[in-house]
């Protein structure tokens, strides 16, 4: 293993926070580790893994993940590129830092719901049951408030055994409540010693800020969260669980819209998809649709009038085919809205944003540009599926994905890793800390081969300049360059110091 220079989570900064845990070693080579409870905690008692006596692991030929372990963020490289960005594998450890009988857990689910929720809590008390032997699982019910303000539901395995076949969250949800002080004396009063929680961003961040005043306390307690967002909007994982499942239900709407427009003179379908900040889903449903003539993103400035805009696409579309579909996310064109709008800029309990209805607003604007131009007669439908998305179970793919998650968190918890949020990095699971969960969102890029590949679906225009394109990629080199030329001062930076095994 390469060697290394380490910075240790017990220093704290500025602010009370610990700091990044970076281990740096040869080539380039950068590990960004996650907090341990023996960063705050000295001397914790190790114990066997029960994992090793465990019938369904016999066949396993290697039951444990190496310690040295570790995933790369970025896998194209150069040959003489820096070995770049690490996160350690998930999986399970040959000591644990929990022995069975004293684990007491809490699930709790925040935020906006989501497919796979339920099959995640499911699979988190299955795992802990039979993989670890614990007995001791709570749900917290209603959110972040609900260590404070609700009743509590023991979860077992007989109670959780169905519930992946319903949508929504059996512990219920809720936006906002965050009081870390409160959550962590309750967390404290009741004997708990591992809290997963599962949400968004929002979520990610509070989950954070509960870690670090755990830490202050200097409680044996570990943190992992699972990331869940509809919207895929979480940067670092490859994906969040429920989406696959959101693109292909969001099909059934785009393809009810095609039907719509195509059995009448001048149709035209439009279907409002969830993306707030991030056009994930619309893009990826269009591409899976292939009966999209446009699709509509936050990331993508557009405009309606005059040449190359929408009003001229549309009108277009309609004189070579007679009808079209427009795809659009919540989150595009919030610019013009707030022209025509006025924009009360209010805010969510999670701090979201509240955005005006930009499916209502385009379809509208539609209607009247055509009645105003008085050169055909339009029919247009628009359908919102939004809810009926959220609602409904994960599907067989994102079940599978929301069992590795719970799974993997579930491992890291027992081998004493806490402030964690675990996901898959090129198909790797990992265990990432917090602040690369939370520090941006992750965005459709505009100049990339999937959204090209998206235009060449829909031959939609751009409504990009030559411009527009230069910056983007400008902007793209020089984040690239940026983290390259970190790498390589950490690179030199391991050479000055006194080397040690990772």
Same mark, same amino acid.
């Given at each position: 293993?390469?060697?290394?220079?380490?910075?240790?989570?017990?220093?704290?900064?500025?602010?009370?926070? $610990?700091?990044?845990?970076?281990?740096?070693? $040869?080539?380039?080579?950068?590990?960004?580790?996650?907090?341990?409870?023996?960063?705050?905690?000295?001397?914790?008692?190790?114990?066997?893994?029960?994992?090793?006596?465990?019938?369904? =692991?016999?066949?396993?030929?290697?039951?444990?993940?190496?310690?040295?372990?570790?995933?790369?963020?970025?896998?194209?490289? #150069?040959?003489?590129?820096?070995?770049? *960005?690490?996160?350690?594998?998930?999986?399970?450890?040959?000591?644990? =830092?929990?022995?069975?009988?004293?684990?007491?857990?809490?699930?709790?689910?925040?935020?906006?719901?989501?497919?796979?929720?339920?099959?995640?809590?499911?699979?988190?008390?299955?795992?802990?049951?039979?993989?670890?032997?614990?007995?001791?699982?709570?749900?917290?019910?209603?959110?972040?408030?609900?260590?404070?303000?609700?009743?509590?539901?023991?979860?077992?395995?007989?109670?959780?055994?169905?519930?992946?076949?319903?949508?929504? *969250?059996?512990?219920?949800?809720?936006?906002?409540? #965050?009081?870390?002080?409160?959550?962590?004396?309750?967390?404290?009063?009741?004997?708990?010693?591992?809290?997963?929680?599962?949400?968004?961003?929002?979520?990610?961040?509070? &989950?954070?800020?509960?870690?670090?005043?755990?830490?202050?306390?200097?409680?044996?307690?570990?943190?992992?969260?699972?990331?869940?967002?509809?919207?895929?909007?979480?940067?670092?994982?490859?994906?969040?669980?429920?989406?696959?499942? &959101?693109?292909?239900?969001?099909?059934?709407?785009?393809?009810?819209?095609?039907?719509?427009?195509?059995?009448?003179?001048?149709?035209?379908?439009?279907?409002?998809?969830?993306?707030?900040?991030?056009?994930?889903?619309?893009?990826?449903?269009?591409? &899976?649709?292939?009966?999209?003539?446009?699709?509509?993103?936050?990331?993508?400035?557009? +405009?309606?009038?005059?040449?190359?805009?929408?009003?001229? =696409?549309?009108?277009?579309?309609?004189?070579?085919?007679?009808?079209?579909?427009?795809?659009?996310?919540?989150?595009?064109?919030?610019?013009?809205?707030?022209?025509?709008?006025?924009?009360?800029?209010?805010?969510? &309990?999670?701090?979201?944003?509240?955005?005006?209805?930009?499916?209502?607003?385009?379809?509208?604007?539609?209607?009247?540009?055509?009645?105003?131009?008085?050169?055909?007669?339009?029919?247009?439908?628009?359908?919102?599926?939004?809810?009926?998305?959220?609602?409904?179970?994960?599907?067989?793919?994102?079940?599978? +994905?929301?069992?590795?998650?719970?799974?993997?968190?579930? #491992?890291?918890?027992?081998?004493? =890793?806490?402030?964690?949020?675990?996901?898959?990095?090129?198909?790797?699971?990992?265990?990432?800390?917090?602040?690369?969960?939370?520090?941006?969102?992750?965005?459709?890029?505009?100049?990339?081969?999937?959204?090209?590949?998206?235009?060449?679906?829909?031959?939609?225009?751009?409504?990009?300049?030559?411009?527009?394109?230069?910056?983007?990629?400008?902007?793209?080199?020089?984040?690239?360059?940026?983290?390259?030329?970190?790498?390589? $001062?950490?690179?030199?930076?391991?050479?000055?110091?006194?080397?040690? *095994?990772?």
């Amino acid at each position: 293993m390469a060697a290394a220079n380490s910075n240790s989570n017990s220093n704290s900064n500025s602010n009370g926070n $610990s700091k990044p845990k970076i281990v740096t070693g $040869s080539a380039g080579y950068v590990l960004e580790d996650v907090p341990h409870l023996t960063d705050y905690i000295p001397h914790l008692p190790t114990y066997s893994n029960p994992l090793q006596d465990n019938p369904a =692991y016999s066949v396993v030929k290697q039951y444990f993940v190496n310690v040295d372990d570790t995933v790369a963020q970025k896998i194209v490289v #150069h040959k003489n590129s820096p070995r770049g *960005t690490h996160f350690r594998r998930a999986g399970p450890r040959q000591r644990v =830092y929990f022995e069975s009988d004293a684990v007491h857990a809490c699930i709790v689910t925040c935020g906006g719901l989501c497919p796979g929720l339920n099959t995640v809590i499911r699979e988190i008390v299955c795992g802990l049951h039979h993989m670890y032997g614990v007995k001791k699982v709570l749900g917290i019910d209603g959110g972040y408030r609900g260590f404070y303000a609700r009743n509590t539901v023991p979860l077992t395995p007989k109670v959780v055994n169905d519930i992946h076949k319903r949508g929504g *969250t059996i512990l219920g949800t809720s936006r906002g409540g #965050h009081d870390k002080s409160k959550i962590v004396d309750s967390i404290q009063d009741r004997g708990i010693n591992q809290v997963y929680i599962i949400g968004g961003d929002g979520t990610q961040k509070g &989950a954070s800020v509960i870690f670090e005043e755990i830490r202050r306390r200097g409680l044996k307690v570990a943190v992992a969260g699972i990331p869940k967002t509809i919207d895929n909007d979480i940067p670092v994982i490859d994906k969040s669980f429920g989406f696959d499942t &959101a693109v292909e239900e969001a099909q059934r709407a785009i393809n009810a819209a095609h039907v719509e427009s195509e059995s009448i003179e001048n149709g035209i379908g439009v279907v409002k998809l969830m993306g707030r900040y991030s056009g994930f889903i619309a893009m990826h449903a269009t591409l &899976a649709s292939r009966d999209v003539d446009c699709c509509l993103i936050p990331e993508l400035p557009f +405009y309606l009038e005059g040449p190359g805009g929408l009003f001229e =696409y549309i009108e277009k579309r309609l004189k070579e085919n007679g009808h079209m579909v427009l795809v659009i996310a919540e989150g595009a064109g919030q610019d013009l809205l707030s022209e025509s709008i006025q924009s009360l800029d209010k805010q969510d &309990a999670s701090g979201n944003k509240l955005l005006q209805d930009v499916g209502l607003w385009i379809s509208q604007k539609i209607k009247d540009h055509f009645s105003k131009q008085n050169k055909m007669v339009i029919n247009l439908k628009y359908i919102d599926p939004t809810y009926m998305i959220r609602a409904i179970p994960s599907n067989a793919s994102d079940n599978v +994905y929301c069992t590795l998650l719970a799974q993997s968190a579930v #491992h890291g918890a027992m081998a004493g =890793y806490t402030g964690f949020t675990v996901g898959p990095v090129n198909g790797r699971h990992s265990y990432i800390p917090f602040y690369r969960i939370i520090e941006k969102q992750n965005n459709v890029v505009i100049t990339d081969r999937m959204w090209a590949r998206l235009l060449s679906s829909t031959n939609q225009p751009s409504f990009l300049s030559a411009k527009d394109v230069i910056e983007d990629k400008k902007e793209e080199e020089l984040s690239t360059q940026m983290v390259d030329e970190m790498e390589y $001062s950490d690179d030199n930076l391991e050479k000055k110091v006194i080397s040690f *095994t990772v």
